[in-house]
Structures are given as structure tokens and as C-alpha cells.
């Protein structure tokens, strides 16, 4: 599974809480997906951040 943040999103850190091994905030404070593909063992919490992500700004292939 692959996950990436589009430009929806609104920097709200929600994911990074849910799911701190796959999302983060960069420096421009924009949540990135910076581990792909999505580990085994993240797969669930990475789901959750996507449902969880107020604008659904998180795409999961
Ligand atoms: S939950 Fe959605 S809006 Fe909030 S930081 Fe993550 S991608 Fe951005």
C-alpha cells in the first residue's frame, strides 16, 4: 500500500498523531507520507489517519 498527502491538506497533525511511522510534518508544516511503501505493521493505523483526516486528503493505492 501506498499513501500520499495532496495539497488539500490543512496542516492539521492528525495523522502524524494516529500514525507518527508513516506521516509527518515537513518543514513547511504540510503532512507528507514519508515511509512507502506503507509497512505491514502501519497498514491499520495508516487507514485510520485516512479516515480520520479531516479534508481526506490522504490517498491510499
Ligand atoms: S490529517 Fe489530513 S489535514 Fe491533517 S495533517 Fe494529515 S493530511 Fe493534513
Redesign the pocket.
Known amino acids: 500500500m501506498f499513501a500520499t498527502?495532496t495539497s488539500d491538506?490543512?496542516?492539521?497533525?492528525?495523522?502524524?498523531v494516529i500514525c507518527p511511522q508513516v506521516?509527518r510534518l515537513n518543514s513547511y508544516e504540510i503532512?507528507e507520507a514519508y515511509m512507502n511503501p506503507v509497512p505491514q505493521d502501519a497498514e491499520k493505523s495508516t487507514k485510520e489517519?485516512a479516515k480520520?483526516?479531516?479534508?481526506a486528503?490522504?490517498i491510499l493505492e
Open positions: 498527502v491538506c490543512i496542516e492539521c497533525g492528525a495523522c502524524e506521516f503532512a489517519a480520520s483526516c479531516p479534508v486528503a490522504i
